[in-house]
């Protein structure tokens, strides 16, 4: 079955620490691949996007993905998290048709 | 630019009664999109609209009903709300060939 998978539900570091959350998506061909993050009681905003090219992407707020085929992985990075990046974070896979599927998402707390 | 607006911000339901979810875009974005998140279960996509006129069904379309008559606006229609339905639920809209996805705020829709 199609799928995009967010195997931690939860993660907390340390402020000043490295980040890295993971995704693995399931269908037949490469499809668009996103990072959204969403605060508490807010919408998602969107953080990087990959369609093809170079397999590192860089978005905003410090963060980088990298896009693996091998593993159908596209793992969100930051190799300093602050106090204000604690939130709720998504990744998304985009197919023809312009429909969008979304992971579970991974809490990120952040302690000082 | 106002991006996307959804109102109410918040409503309570009593089974069976029905209501609009009301979403407005002001970035002339053709794509249009209804997500409900349920907690621990990502976003699952409800109806989406790639023009006015134009709508189709996305991951769970029952018990929903949508319309575009206009290009701003993609209301959302609820009938004889069930339990099951109490959700956020979170309009977004994208130009086509971007797949950039803009988020409304969301409505906390409880069905009791």
């Known amino acids: 079955a199609q799928s995009v998978t967010q195997p931690d539900i939860h993660i907390t570091v340390s402020e000043g620490a490295s980040l890295e959350l993971r995704c693995n998506y399931s269908?037949?061909?490469?499809?668009?691949l996103f990072w959204y993050v969403q605060s508490p009681g807010q919408g998602l905003q969107l953080l990087l996007k990959?369609?093809?090219?170079?397999?590192l992407v860089q978005g905003i707020k410090g963060f980088e993905a990298e896009f693996k085929r091998s593993q159908s992985s596209f793992n969100l990075r930051k190799p300093s998290v602050h106090w204000s990046d604690a939130a709720e974070y998504f990744c998304?896979?985009?197919?023809?048709?312009?429909?969008?599927?979304f992971g579970t998402g991974t809490s990120l707390t952040v302690i000082p | 630019n106002a991006g996307v607006t959804q109102t109410p911000k918040f409503r309570i339901l009593k089974i069976g009664q029905s209501m609009t979810l009301q979403c407005t875009q002001d970035?002339?974005?053709?794509?249009m999109y209804w997500y409900r998140q349920d907690p621990g279960m990502g976003l699952k996509l409800i109806y989406y609209?790639?023009?006015?006129?134009?709508?189709d069904k996305g991951e769970v379309p029952n018990g929903y009903n949508v319309s575009r008559s206009t290009t701003e606006d993609f209301p959302l229609r609820l009938e004889l709300a069930a339990p099951s339905q109490t959700s956020v639920y979170f309009c977004?809209?994208?130009?086509?060939?971007?797949?950039?996805?803009?988020f409304g705020p969301g409505t906390r829709l409880t069905v009791t």
């Open positions: 998304a896979v985009g197919l023809t048709g312009n429909q969008f599927y």
């Open positions: 269908y037949g061909a490469t499809p668009y």
């Open positions: 990959y369609f093809s090219g170079d397999t």
């Open positions: 970035m002339n974005h053709n794509y």
């Open positions: 609209s790639v023009g006015a006129g134009i709508t």
């Open positions: 977004a809209s994208m130009t086509s060939g971007n797949y950039e996805q803009y």
